[in-house]
């Protein structure tokens, strides 16, 4: 922002559980221990800022966990997540909207993948199906395993992606609709691995 920056970083060596904050307004690192009980396992994934905390998804049995950057403290939002999810990524629009994407099935099986926004009351509701089609062909290069899954924002779509494809699915949040971003031309026909896709936006505000 305009006024400065804060650093997020987690440590998880085996006998250190914690999270470092630094405030470039007063150049100082602070340190919070305990994110183990909340998290588990699940320290990789990255959170989302949203109304001034950290927002990450716990592995099964699912659920929210939000750090807030000014007390350093680690709670659970009020409302409960949808039911029968087989993976859930968060996604927020910076302005106020907290989105998330999940699969909705049984025993790891997505039939389904669906959108929610995060309502006033703190309930999530449903926004978006993705099609029949669209959501066969994402599940099958997905190969159901979703730890190859991630998600992010960028100018006004949620974009859906998996390490092992070269195509970007993404919803457009205007038109309420799904596409299909095609494979970038210059990538080898046969590369079908290692793909790490990010939003770029020059918008630096920082002095240095």
């Known amino acids: 922002t305009p006024t400065g920056y804060t650093i997020f970083v987690l440590c998880s060596e085996a006998a250190t559980n914690c999270a470092f904050v630094y405030d470039s307004n007063v150049r100082t690192w602070k340190r919070f221990d305990g994110f183990g009980p909340v998290l ?28 807030e ?16 999810l087989t993976f859930v990524r968060l996604v927020s629009d910076g302005e106020g909207k907290l989105y998330m994407v999940g699969g909705v099935g049984n025993n790891g099986i997505s039939r389904s993948i669906k959108l929610w926004e995060l309502g006033g009351d703190g309930n999530w509701v449903e926004v978006q199906s993705l099609p029949d089609l669209m959501c066969k062909k994402f599940v099958a290069v997905c190969y159901h395993n979703y730890e190859h899954v991630y998600c992010f924002w960028h100018e006004g779509m949620i974009c859906i992606c ?4 070269p195509e970007i699915l993404y919803y457009l949040v205007s038109r309420r609709t799904w ?9 080898p026909l046969k590369c079908s691995c290692g793909f790490k896709w990010f939003s770029f936006v020059p918008n630096l505000y920082a002095s240095v």
Do not use: M
């Not at 998996?162 to 494809?165: D, E, F, H, L, V």
């Open 162 to 165: 998996c390490y092992t494809w």
């Open 69 to 84: 950057l000014g007390s350093g403290r680690w709670e659970k939002p009020i409302g409960g997540l949808p039911s029968q």
């Open 179 to 187: 596409h299909w971003l095609p494979r970038c031309p210059s990538l």
């Open 40 to 67: 588990g396992d699940n320290h990789h994934q990255k959170g989302v800022l949203f109304k001034g905390g950290l927002y990450f998804a716990t592995p099964e049995p699912f659920s929210l966990v939000i750090f």
